[in-house]
């Protein structure tokens, strides 16, 4: 009978629901001690200019090494983080790491080091102490802030006002330099975008798809691509292009005028030695 149907999908939809909550509890429950316990790690994943093919920056990618579940993506924890408000210690500890990273690195290269790209949440920009932690940190590693380069999503930093503004502002007034990350990806006020302080945007993977070789390429996505890039020219706005994995898309972003590009057809995230192997050859 319909009814008795519908009762058993009901109860089989709760009991999936219920496992699904109590491994996010798990996982939520455990995240302090995590963070404490250094579970948490960085991946570093290659920005490449498309003039020259030269690593400029790269992008810092935490991951989780859990004790029992093994190793975990941020997709599977970052929106946790963000509900229960740990993001905020765990976007600390992220943050610490890819400086003590960037300072090794300009050790080694000087000049030459690329300049390191951290994932920052809404979230983090309303706490008031966001600008003096990164001043101190950036201080502290005698580091030049425009080492340090800030990610926001388009929809994070398109509801950010007040003091969160002014956050990034005095951030940017410093010399870290401040990305829009998945751009293309909500909805943008493009008028809001030229009072932001932003340095570069970053157009989201999905534009990519249409840049690829026939017959997949479509031509919409191509001007798209050719638009937002000149639009963000226009601002004063540097342009990364993320998702890349065909030398056909690098191509035609660099035909179109796109500064950098980061995807798989360069490197996939992995530890800074990597990056290390890539610079010295
Ligand atoms: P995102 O900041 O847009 O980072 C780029 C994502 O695209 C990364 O996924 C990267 O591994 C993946 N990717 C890179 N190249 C390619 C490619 O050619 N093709 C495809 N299909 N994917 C590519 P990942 O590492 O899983 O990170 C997912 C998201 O988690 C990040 O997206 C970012 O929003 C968030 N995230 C990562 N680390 C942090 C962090 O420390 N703090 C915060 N708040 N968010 C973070
Ligand atoms: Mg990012
Ligand atoms: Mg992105
Ligand atoms: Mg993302």
Not at 56 to 80: K, M, N, T, Y
Not at 186 to 191: E, M
């Amino acid at each position: 009978w319909a009814k008795a149907d519908g009762k058993n999908r009901w109860a089989g939809y709760n009991y999936e629901r219920n496992a699904r909550e109590v491994a996010r509890f798990t996982l939520a429950a455990r995240m302090p001690a995590a963070v404490e316990s250094e579970e948490f790690y960085v991946d570093y994943q290659p920005i490449v200019r498309l003039a020259d093919g030269k690593l400029v920056g790269v992008e810092a990618l935490v991951r989780w090494s859990h004790p029992e579940f093994g190793r975990l993506g941020p997709d599977q924890f970052i929106g946790l983080a963000e509900e229960t408000g740990l993001i905020v210690p765990l976007g600390r500890w992220v943050l610490r790491e890819a400086t003590r990273q960037a300072r090794r690195w300009r050790d080694i290269y000087g000049d030459q080091a690329p300049w390191v790209s951290v994932n920052v949440a809404a979230r983090q920009t309303v706490e008031p102490t966001l600008v003096d932690d990164i001043a101190t940190i950036l201080r502290a590693a005698e580091l030049p802030p425009s080492s340090i380069q800030l990610e926001l999503t388009e929809s994070a930093i398109m509801a950010t006002t007040g003091v969160p503004l002014e956050a990034l502002r005095a951030l940017s007034d410093m010399g870290v330099r401040i990305a829009i990350d998945d751009f293309g990806t909500g909805y943008s006020n493009l008028a809001y975008l030229r009072h932001l302080p932003v340095h570069s945007i970053k157009l989201a993977g999905r534009f990519m798809e249409g840049l690829r070789a026939a017959p997949d390429a479509d031509e919409a996505d191509a001007r798209i691509v050719s638009t937002l890039v000149e639009l963000a020219h226009a601002l004063g706005h540097d342009v990364v292009a993320e998702g890349v994995e065909d030398p056909e898309q690098a191509e035609r972003l660099r035909l179109i005028g796109c500064d950098t590009a980061q995807g798989w057809l360069f490197a996939k995230p992995g530890p800074p030695e990597e990056i290390e192997r890539w610079l010295e050859s």
